[in-house]
């Protein structure tokens, strides 16, 4: 499948995985917005949240918790961060794998748009 986090993942690109277990990789964001900018990815090709089933519910669940663990290991846990997944056109999602935003390390706007 000509999916970039698919490759990420399998690791055909190489980019470093800060964490990784059975359903999910971690890696830093090539393009980072905030001095922390991390990356949740389920291992699981799904396009985007709005793809996902019933059957996706633990694996979503997971994501959150995985990036409240990473962000506590990267020491924003404290500080705070920002969760955020753009889902398609309007959402402004540009890779069509689902993943999850972990943006920290500096104050965030309180502008969401
Ligand atoms: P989206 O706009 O789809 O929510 O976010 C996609 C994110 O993936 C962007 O923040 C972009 O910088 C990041 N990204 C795209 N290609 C790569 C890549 O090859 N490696 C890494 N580490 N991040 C990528
Ligand atoms: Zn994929």
Redesign the pocket.
């Known amino acids: 499948?000509d999916?970039i986090?698919?490759k990420i993942i399998s690791g055909e690109i190489p980019s470093p995985h800060i964490y990784e277990d059975d359903q999910v990789v971690v890696i830093n964001d090539i393009n980072p917005q905030a001095p922390v900018h991390m990356l949740v990815l389920p291992k699981k090709?799904v396009e985007s949240v709005a793809a996902t089933t019933d059957e996706d519910q633990a694996l979503l669940g997971h994501m959150m918790r995985v990036a409240a663990i990473m962000a506590e290991k990267v020491g924003i846990a404290e500080s705070g961060y920002r969760l955020i997944v753009n889902t398609g056109r309007d959402g402004a999602q540009s890779v069509l794998?689902l993943h999850l935003h972990v943006l920290g390390g500096k104050q965030m706007t309180e502008q969401m748009a």
Do not use: I, T
């Open positions: 499948m999916c986090f698919c090709h794998h």
